[in-house]
């Protein structure tokens, strides 16, 4: 079982910048992967960034240029530095963690972003 925790969300003007991190936890976390997904108000969840514990990342082609998705795996530890945000990019963003050998993700309970006009 695999526990997930965000931080860093907020309230920022258009344009302003904010760093999303998620810590994982629990016993033989083994992570293969982690990433994050947003869903806005009225939207389905969506793929922001995924980031392989070798580094290697994808990103929505609406935050490219924008989101960089990094992690720590010896801290088990994801960020998502969010620059020049728009207010299309309000919503929970949710944290997203796989294990090596299990399949299924475990996820976060989100936390607020909010990109004001």
């Known amino acids: 079982q695999?526990?997930?925790?965000e931080?860093?969300?907020?309230l920022v003007q258009t344009?302003?910048?904010l760093r999303l991190s998620c810590?994982?936890?629990?016993?033989?976390?083994?992570?293969?992967a982690m990433g994050w997904h947003r869903q806005a108000p009225g939207k389905q969840r969506e793929a922001v960034a995924t980031i392989s514990r070798?580094?290697?990342?994808?990103?929505?082609d609406s935050v490219k240029g924008r989101f960089t998705c990094s992690i720590d795996i010896a801290k088990n530890t994801v960020y998502l530095q969010m620059n020049n945000l728009k207010p299309e990019d309000t919503?929970?963003?949710y944290c997203n963690a796989g294990q090596i050998g299990?399949?299924?993700?475990?996820?976060?309970q989100g936390t607020r972003v909010t990109v004001s006009s």
């Open 2 to 5: 695999v526990q997930l925790v």
């Open 7 to 10: 931080s860093g969300g907020g």
């Open 15 to 17: 344009g302003g910048s």
């Open 23 to 32: 810590v994982a936890s629990g016993d033989n976390l083994n992570i293969n």
């Open 54 to 60: 070798r580094g290697n990342t994808n990103y929505a």
């Open 91 to 93: 919503a929970i963003y």
């Open 102 to 108: 299990v399949p299924r993700a475990f996820w976060g």
